[in-house]
Every structure is written in structure tokens, then in C-alpha cells.
């Protein structure tokens, strides 16, 4: 999936779901729009050693914390990004980039 840097977002929301695969993670925020709507976005961040190596652990992020995710859009599909960083409630700011897509950190 190609993500376009020209097209950053920054959401709150609640993760809905987790996946840690190779070659990529990906974790899902069900997003409220002002209307109270509820969409799904998914998040695609480094594979599980790159995410380690970032500082996460299986349990960094948990079904049902609440997060803002900054990242870029896929070009091609709606609701689904490219996650740089994810900052969770309390404040702990976790890197989600991979070398592969620039490297750590956010726009």
C-alpha cells in the first residue's frame, strides 16, 4: 500500500483491534466523527522487531486504550493510514515508523 506524505492525519480514538505480524503491524482506532459517527481506521506501523526496537512491548497498546495516532493516508483507499507515532492517553509517545518508510517519528 502506498501512503502519501502530502496527506497527514492526526486522530483520537479507541483501539479497536491489534495485529502483530511480519512484515508489518497494524492496528485498528475506531474514530468518532463530530456527529458522534464511528469509523474504523486502520494503521499500518513497522513489523514487531522494528516496533520493539522502537520501545514497544506486546502489551504498549491494548484493545480499548484510547489514542491519537498522527500518520499519512493511503493514497489509494479511504480510512486506512500509515502510522508514525501513536500517543497515548497518559502521554507516552510511541514511534510506529519503519526504515523502510522514513524512519521513526511524525510530521
Not at 503491524?25 to 466523527?33: A, R
Not at 522494528?50 to 486504550?65: M, P
Not at 483507499?77 to 518508510?101: E, P, T
Amino acid at each position: 500500500m502506498e501512503f502519501d506524505s502530502s496527506q497527514p492525519v492526526s486522530l483520537k480514538g479507541v483501539v479497536k483491534k491489534i495485529d502483530w505480524r511480519n512484515p508489518h503491524s497494524y492496528f485498528y482506532v475506531d474514530v468518532k466523527d463530530q456527529q458522534g459517527k464511528v469509523t474504523t481506521w486502520t494503521f499500518e506501523t513497522a513489523g514487531p522487531a522494528g516496533l520493539l526496537k522502537s520501545g514497544w512491548h506486546r502489551d504498549s497498546v491494548r484493545i480499548g486504550d484510547q489514542v491519537t495516532v498522527s500518520g499519512y493516508r493511503a493514497r489509494s483507499a479511504a480510512n486506512i493510514g500509515s502510522a508514525r507515532a501513536l500517543v497515548l492517553k497518559d502521554g507516552q509517545r510511541l514511534s510506529a515508523g519503519s526504515a523502510y518508510d522514513g524512519g521513526p517519528g511524525s510530521y
